[in-house]
């Protein structure tokens, strides 16, 4: 053992380090489901920051130093407060703010979201069907992105108000009429939080061909 361990010291040295900067430095994280479409697509992968927020313990959820704070708009990575799940949403309401929707429309802190742009698109649904989908720029508290509605499907479309209590946050999916966000899965304590996705490092067209999707690579997550 002693002699492999010798040996072979140089490997092991980088898989721990490797290992070690996954879990508590930088990360990706494959995107299953269409909650997030149209800003992310199944079968992209997105690096995360896991510094954005909190250094934590490797393998837990305990933050051993607070290195940022989370800002309304920010794409996040977090453990579902429901079952432990690794999701990624979009964070709309910090602690504080009070947040509500009424018929789509989001409103945080009394400010009523616009929205302009709209475009029409057909959507992929689980299995092979498909659904008209209406692309619109949401615009809210001095950011802006484009959030998807499913009008032929059932959704939560009013919520609230709700005061959100200290290290409490409130996520939305951008395709809002198919997404399990905190209108359903409630709200999300900051230690669960896991880090920030800011690029898609790579992408494949899952639901269709399977080809790489080369315009996506290295794009930025607004």
Not at 63 to 75: A, C, F, K, N, W
Not at 109 to 121: I, M, Q, V
Request: proline residues 7%; without cysteine; aromatic residues 8%.
């Amino acid at each position: 053992m002693n002699h492999f361990l010798k040996e072979n010291r140089g490997f092991i040295i980088f898989l721990i380090s490797f290992g070690f900067f996954r879990l508590a430095i930088a990360d990706w994280n494959p995107i299953p489901s269409g909650s997030m479409r149209p800003t992310l697509l199944e079968g992209d992968v997105v690096l995360v920051n896991r510094l954005a927020y909190d250094f934590k313990l490797p393998l837990s959820d305990t933050s051993l130093v607070p290195t940022g704070e989370p800002q309304r708009g920010d794409v996040i990575t977090f453990s579902s407060p429901t079952d432990g799940i690794r999701l990624i949403k979009r964070l709309v309401a910090l602690p504080g703010d009070v947040v509500e929707m009424r018929d789509e429309v989001l409103t945080i802190n009394g400010e009523r979201a616009e929205y302009a742009d709209p475009t029409l698109s057909v959507e992929p649904l689980d299995g092979a069907a498909t659904t008209q989908a209406l692309h619109i720029t949401e615009r809210i508290g001095g950011s802006e992105r484009t959030v998807q509605f499913l009008p032929q499907v059932a959704a939560r479309r009013n919520f609230g108000p709700v005061v959100l209590p200290k290290d409490q946050y409130f996520f939305l999916g951008d395709n809002r009429d198919n997404s399990a966000d905190s209108r359903y899965i409630g709200l999300v304590p900051r230690h669960l939080l896991i880090g920030k996705a800011h690029h898609v490092v790579l992408s494949a067209d899952i639901k269709g061909n399977w080809l790489p999707r080369l315009g996506r690579t290295a794009q930025a997550i607004l």
